[in-house]
């Protein structure tokens, strides 16, 4: 695990290049802070950092072929090195290191870019063909690992991370105001955009490819998860029989394992999976982390977890979170996921993952992408059930009346306060009701359902600046608008949720806030062949109408104590009433004459009012999370920039090809 990154020029690396590419190293440090490692050859630099998971004293990059013509740096884990390395130990390849990812450069032999669909695992890599005068770059097929390019007329500049291409100069601090309004709609930037102008994200399941003699650039697709071919089989059986297989592999390190821990199905099972599967040295066991919140709040899940790590008989290490902290950490936690998000769950997520660095665990295991692929977000499954409803009302074969049930209110305060406005559900059927007969027939009822996508459509106009001009629905439907989406709703609705909430939260935060504490951050749960496994098994037999996760669920039975499955959907769910109450108090005031006011994203009016964070009856104003965690992000990432310009910087910012 670590950040990697990389200059390719047409014309050949300049003199600076060299100090460039360690000035990238040093944005990185904190994604690898074992050592560092570059190449620089002709038209080509490419460096590291490392953060030493498997292969401690000979897996130092770049990694080589045996004539050292295809040299290599990688961030991730290849889960299925060992078997890959046996295979090609047999046809006479020779290996310097045990390094998992030095299976890459000798199965290039092999294969030359297809190299990658022999791998199984999560990875960003980068490899120089000295040879053939080729530059290869891949990510993992779900996402897991990141990577940000910049490419210009004959250059093309690399990093596992956005905040690293700013603070060496690559990239200025200017926001792309697109990105910037569908993060307002998504609550986060969806892939491949990234809020700066000028860099965009390689996609996952792509590469890019670089011929350097002709100077021709590449981006291509090599996976897409619904070209699983179907699968007529028993789900319970078949999906358990991947999960078992996943259990062998993901624990591979040769440092400490542990797990992020809830009260959830998806922690559990994975927690359970690894404990059952770990071979290593009694000390070295398998280990449980959770975070809780003072006050006994009904989101503390330390109870929970106890019963498992008991059950399971690992030890299990416990952190509380107060309110203090957060509002204390909330500048840095933002700038530290790199992206953008508005999501309140990052500062538990990097509680848990420091908690586990202090306990000496630098890998650490945790549950994101079950909700997601198993109709674990009631949202999803409504998106479904509601654009089959759009479909049959444009059929003629829906009336008012199947637009008109009664919804259950919600548990929660807020979303009861929304039930009730919206007269359980009456006042939104009837006006998706008339939506539907005259909206565009080519959109999918998906991200459009949610409140804060329906606010942002509402309230952004008034808020925007000078600088937002606003494309609407246009930009913020064009994700799930298209003909193709109509085939099968349930799995376009699946691939759709994985590519935004999923890809851009979930992995984003667990990547990001994970490596801010030099942690590697592992997810079993968005495994490749689990995902072929369940798009194969629903081409044959839909679970969209089942009850939540009903698949997972049945998978599990034998494996995960029953305890687990009678207790009620958490997740690292915070308190966030007094969490917003805290920041909004402390970082308000920064909101009137903030970045977003001065850049002409929002106006002054509109940062006023969203400024107090919680409106009539503590309850959240619309839009005013997003601002906050935008504006923190913003001043983080200019600072950034503001160093990158100092005169130590002199003759870096805004290269050029």
């Known amino acids: 695990m670590c950040g990697i990154f990389g200059i390719i020029r047409r014309d050949g690396l300049r003199p600076d290049d060299s100090d460039l590419l360690r000035r990238l190293a040093q944005a990185l440090v904190h994604r690898g802070p074992d050592g560092e490692g570059f190449h620089e050859r002709g038209a080509v630099g490419i460096g590291m950092r490392r953060l030493a998971i498997i292969d401690l004293a000979g897996g130092w990059q770049p990694l080589y072929n045996e004539d050292k013509s295809v040299a290599l740096v990688a961030n991730g884990e290849v889960y299925n090195f060992v078997e890959l390395r046996r295979d090609l130990e047999a046809r006479g390849h020779r290996f310097r290191t045990k390094s998992d990812c030095e299976t890459i450069a000798h199965l290039y032999e092999e294969s030359g870019a297809d190299a990658v669909q022999s791998m199984r695992g999560m990875f960003v890599f980068a490899l120089h063909d000295t040879r053939e005068e080729r530059v290869v770059i891949a990510r993992d097929r779900i996402g897991e690992k990141p990577l940000f390019v910049v490419e210009r007329d004959g250059f093309v500049a690399f990093a596992s991370e956005l905040v690293a291409l700013v603070e060496a100069g690559l990239v200025p601090f200017e926001l792309d105001p697109e990105a910037i309004e569908l993060y307002y709609h998504y609550s986060l930037v969806p892939e491949p955009r990234a809020a700066l102008k000028g860099v965009r994200k390689l996609p996952p399941g792509h590469l890019l490819e670089i011929d350097l003699r002709n100077w021709k650039v590449r981006e291509r697709a090599y996976w897409r998860m619904e070209d699983a071919p179907p699968i007529d089989a028993d789900p319970a059986t078949t999906i358990r029989d991947v999960l078992e297989e996943i259990g062998e592999l993901i624990i591979r390190s040769d440092v400490p394992v542990g ?7 998806d922690s559990s099972a994975i927690c359970t999976l690894a404990a059952k599967r770990y071979q290593g040295p009694k000390e070295n066991q398998i280990q449980g982390f959770t975070i809780g919140y003072p006050g006994n709040a009904w989101q503390d899940e330390r109870g929970m977890a106890k019963e498992l790590a008991d059950h399971l008989g690992i030890r299990l290490h416990t952190l509380e979170l107060t309110t203090e902290q957060v509002a204390e950490q909330f500048p840095f936690v933002c700038i530290r996921r790199d992206d953008p998000i508005a999501d309140m769950s990052g500062s538990s997520y990097y509680a848990v993952m420091r908690l586990a660095r202090e306990h000496g665990v630098p890998v650490m295991l945790m549950g994101q992408g079950g909700d997601e692929l198993f109709w674990g977000y009631p949202w999803c499954t409504r998106a479904v059930e509601e654009s089959e409803r759009k479909l049959r009302r444009r059929q003629g074969k829906a009336s008012i009346f199947d637009y008109l049930s009664m919804r259950r209110p919600p548990l929660s305060y807020t979303g009861g306060l929304r039930w009730l406005r919206d007269g359980g559900g009456i006042l939104s059927g009837l006006a998706m009701y008339r939506e539907d007969a005259h909206g565009d027939p080519d959109e999918l009822h998906f991200q459009d359902r949610t409140p804060s996508f329906r606010d942002a459509e509402s309230l952004l106009p008034g808020y925007a600046g000078a600088s937002m001009p606003l494309r609407g629905r246009a930009l913020t439907a064009e994700l799930f608008r298209g003909r193709g989406l109509w085939n099968r709703v349930d799995l376009s609705i699946t691939r759709l949720v994985c590519e935004t909430y999923l890809l851009g939260n979930g992995i984003a935060q667990g990547d990001r806030l994970s490596m801010a504490t030099s942690v590697e951050g592992r997810l079993p749960l968005v495994d490749y062949r689990l995902f072929e496994t369940v798009i194969g098994l629903r081409k044959a037999h839909t679970d969209v109408h089942l009850p939540p996760k009903a698949w997972l669920r049945a998978a599990l039975k034998d494996i995960v104590p029953a305890f687990v499955f009678e207790r009620r959907k958490r997740g690292f769910t915070p308190p966030w009433r007094s969490w917003t109450k805290a920041i ?58 503001a160093n990158a310009a100092r005169p130590s910087h002199a003759g870096v910012v805004g290269v050029t090809a």
């Open 259 to 265: 797990v992020a821990l809830s009260g959830g199905i």
């Open 584 to 641: 909004f108090e402390r970082y308000g005031r920064d909101l009137p004459d903030g970045i977003l006011v001065q850049r002409g994203i929002l106006n002054r009016r509109a940062a006023e009012e969203l400024s107090t964070g919680l409106g009539a009856g503590a309850t959240p104003k619309p839009l005013a999370w997003h601002t906050m965690a935008l504006e923190q992000w913003c001043r983080g990432m200019e600072s950034r920039a």
